[in-house]
């Protein structure tokens, strides 16, 4: 397959690129800036310039292509509005993408969130919140899943708070950079709740095997640890920064707080025995023992 990719150069982003490409497929892959188009020309995918909010250009490289995965969104997450803009743009492009293939046929496969059920682990049938601070992701990704009566192999690949690679990424990156800042790993509420999590380079094989195999309209989870102990998460933290562990207020966070306090475990039960994906990389907790000081 030719496939187009948004968010070719994240942590997510750069594995499926070479997820894709070790597997025999072609990438074309949208770049804003000469960095990412070198680093994505280095990894052997062809480069299409643009921005995520030029929707003519996500356009022509859906077009273009056999298979869309759209995994590009913005980065500032300092503040509730800057949030609610990279909502708004990453629901445009999804749009813009989802209409060029309408009546082809063709794979299109989005990222989203595990969802958050009470009491237990959410499960691929469990839908996506539509409300919240994070709720129009999950507006726009069941509308692209709609498309699924109009032609399009729309799929969506539903990712837990840390997908990881080298210690870094994810909310768990965010602890991290927090401990870094302030001189204190630490943890929102009791630190029992848990986060589900995934090393990139597994989360990629699950992208490929979406667009290659999965029916239109399916949502998938690519959760390898059920649910890590945010405390458990922030001792490792602390111990490989040499800092200590300390429970923290929600607002330490930022628009983050409410959701970082949150029991929201999640299981890949389905995913694993429907598409025979089977995570091989380090855990979480494992992983993070890469952490430098």
Do not use: C
Request: charged share 20%; aromatic share 4%.
């Amino acid at each position: 397959m030719h496939v187009f990719i948004t968010g070719g150069t994240g942590t997510i982003g750069s594995a499926v690129v070479a997820e894709l490409l070790s597997n025999g497929h072609t990438v074309l892959a949208l770049a804003r800036s000469d960095g990412s188009a070198q680093t994505l020309e280095s990894a052997g995918a062809k480069v299409l310039r643009g921005d995520l909010a030029d929707v003519d250009v996500l356009r022509s490289g859906a077009a273009q292509s056999d298979g869309v995965i759209s995994l590009a969104f913005g980065r500032d997450y300092s503040s509730p509005d800057a949030i609610a803009q990279a909502i708004t743009e990453e629901s445009a492009a999804l749009a813009a993408l989802g209409q060029e293939l309408i009546g082809s046929d063709r794979p299109i496969v989005a990222v989203s969130g595990t969802p958050w059920v009470p009491g237990r682990a959410s499960t691929e049938a469990d839908p996506l919140p539509t409300d919240g601070p994070v709720g129009g992701r999950g507006r726009s990704v069941n509308t692209l899943l709609d498309l699924a009566s109009s032609g399009v192999r729309s799929t969506a690949v539903r990712m837990p708070r840390t997908v990881h690679n080298e210690g870094k990424g994810g909310f768990a990156g965010l602890l991290t950079d927090q401990a870094r800042r302030t001189g204190v790993a630490g943890y929102p509420g009791d630190g029992t709740q848990r986060w589900p999590a995934v090393h990139a380079l597994d989360a990629a094989v699950l992208f490929r095997l979406a667009l290659e195999s999965a029916p239109a309209g399916t949502a998938w989870h690519a959760v390898a640890d059920e649910g890590d102990a945010v405390r458990d998460i922030a001792t490792v933290v602390g111990r490989r920064l040499g800092l200590p562990v300390e429970a923290v207020s929600e607002e330490t966070f930022g628009p983050f707080g409410p959701i970082f306090a949150m029991d929201q475990p999640a299981s890949s039960t389905r995913t694993r025995n429907a598409l025979g994906w089977q995570p091989t990389h380090p855990s979480l907790l494992k992983d993070l023992e890469n952490i430098q000081p």
